[in-house]
């Protein structure tokens, strides 16, 4: 059964500062997926990772995908405001014949202030 | 315009009767999924299919039915809610798994 797991689970940023969110999942995933949610509205798609070593870059945001490591990052470039919201990642299992169930990790609450 | 609409958004109803959430796109996506989203559980996978007639268990599925007999459809069946199923849920869609999803605005349901 794959396990996602991201870290941290919360994130206070300064304006202008970059970091990290890290994505490990348990078992060979090949696809990853990053989330985006706002307090109190739906989900947002930000990126669909599909094969190891894949790059996606939407503005501050840039994801990337190994799959040997299990492991998939989300760097935030020079934080603004409003990317505050709570991040999620989620992953298939790729060994298992339920290709298409998807696995979410717990989210990161992330928070950028002046 | 391109969505994803869920109905009811909110629903308070009592322990055993029976209740549908629908789901309906507009974009003649294949992959469709709902979602259960609780404080502390993060997001879970209840069902989801992959095109019309094939669906599949997510990682919640027990108390849950649903059925994809047409491409824009997908409901949300609680035969016997009861009320640990007090939740919100979303409804996705995507051309197909490999796409990014369109989320509904959700569903609150309340299950006294």
């Known amino acids: 059964e794959l396990k996602v797991e991201q870290n941290p689970l919360f994130l206070s940023m300064q304006e202008g500062k970059n970091y990290t969110i890290y994505c490990n999942y348990s078992t060979t995933s090949d696809r990853l997926y990053w989330y985006r949610q706002d307090p109190g509205k739906s989900l947002e798609s930000l990126f669909v990772l599909l094969s190891n070593g894949a790059v996606k870059q939407e503005g501050r945001l840039m994801a990337s995908l190994d799959t040997k490591a299990r492991l998939s990052t989300l760097h935030i470039t020079a934080a603004v405001h409003d990317l505050s919201a709570t991040y999620f990642c989620?992953?298939?299992?790729?060994?298992?014949?339920?290709?298409?169930?998807?696995?979410f990790g717990q989210g990161t609450i992330l928070t950028v202030h002046p | 315009e391109a969505q994803v609409t869920q109905n009811p958004r909110y629903l308070i109803t009592v322990t055993g009767k029976k209740l549908t959430v629908t789901c309906s796109q507009n974009?003649?996506?294949?992959?469709m999924s709902w979602y259960r989203q609780d404080p502390g559980l993060g997001l879970r996978q209840i069902y989801y299919s992959m095109n019309v007639e094939v669906t599949d268990k997510g990682d919640v599925p027990e108390g849950y039915k649903v059925s994809r007999k047409e491409k824009r459809n997908f409901p949300l069946i609680l035969e016997s809610p009861s009320p640990n199923q007090t939740s919100l849920y979303f409804c996705a869609s995507s051309f197909t798994f490999n796409q990014p999803q369109h989320f509904g605005d959700g569903t609150r349901l309340s299950i006294l």
């Open positions: 989620a992953g298939n299992n790729a060994g298992g014949t339920s290709y298409g169930k998807l696995t």
């Open positions: 974009m003649n996506h294949e992959y």
